[in-house]
């Protein structure tokens, strides 16, 4: 991870970790992203952390260095499978390197058709992305008549998109090498029912 910070940067090794001990805060980053590292299960996310800490460890922003803290705390809890799901939220178009993402706003029924295999673990999946400000929840009216005609019955319904922290986390997982990590994974066929 540092070896990856330090090529980012454009310095050394040494001189990324001197520059990590400047001040507890970003002493903290690089304790946080290293323990991250540490216990990732696959290398997009060691190498996010790595290219987090190349924009977080020299800035002289505090705002930006907060920044680049809370990217580094949410990376290190978006694991596989969250990954997989924050995936579902956009079409994502391009190049690995310059990926374009489109914004998909989801229904429940929609989640579970696109991550029919995570089962009832799809609510954990859900929580921790909007716990993390990944992902929001939002209501929406919905007129509903029994004949197809408009009428002044409003079902709600939940439906959930990235927020703009969540597309900045998508993104840096993706280009580190996150489209493998989704693409590793086994998709539902098409005859799959919720």
């Not at 991250?36 to 299960?41: D, G, L």
């Not at 929580?127 to 029994?146: H, K, P, Q």
Request: aromatic share 6%; proline share 4%.
């Amino acid at each position: 991870m540092w070896v990856i910070a330090s090529h980012e940067a454009g310095t050394s090794r040494e001189a990324m970790l001197d520059a990590a001990e400047r001040d507890a805060d970003r002493l903290h980053m690089g304790y946080s992203a290293g323990q991250a590292a540490a216990t990732s299960r696959y290398p997009a996310r060691v190498v996010a952390l790595g290219r987090a800490l190349a924009h977080g460890i020299p800035s002289d922003d505090a705002a930006e260095l907060d920044h680049w803290q809370l990217m580094i705390d949410a990376i290190a809890e978006v694991e596989r499978p969250h990954l997989v799901l924050l995936s579902k939220f956009a079409n994502i178009e391009g190049s690995v390197a310059a990926p374009v993402f489109v914004r998909r706003t989801l229904d429940w029924d929609q989640l579970n058709k696109l991550a029919s295999k995570y089962g009832q673990s799809l609510h954990a999946l859900l929580a921790a992305l909007e716990r993390l400000g990944l992902i929001n929840r939002e209501s929406v009216a919905v007129l509903a008549s029994d004949d197809g005609r408009p009428s002044d019955e409003v079902l709600r319904g939940a439906f959930w998109r990235l927020t703009d922290f969540g597309y900045a986390i998508l993104d840096e997982l993706w280009r580190a090498g996150g489209s493998e990590t989704v693409s590793s994974v086994p998709q539902p066929s098409g005859n799959s029912s919720p």
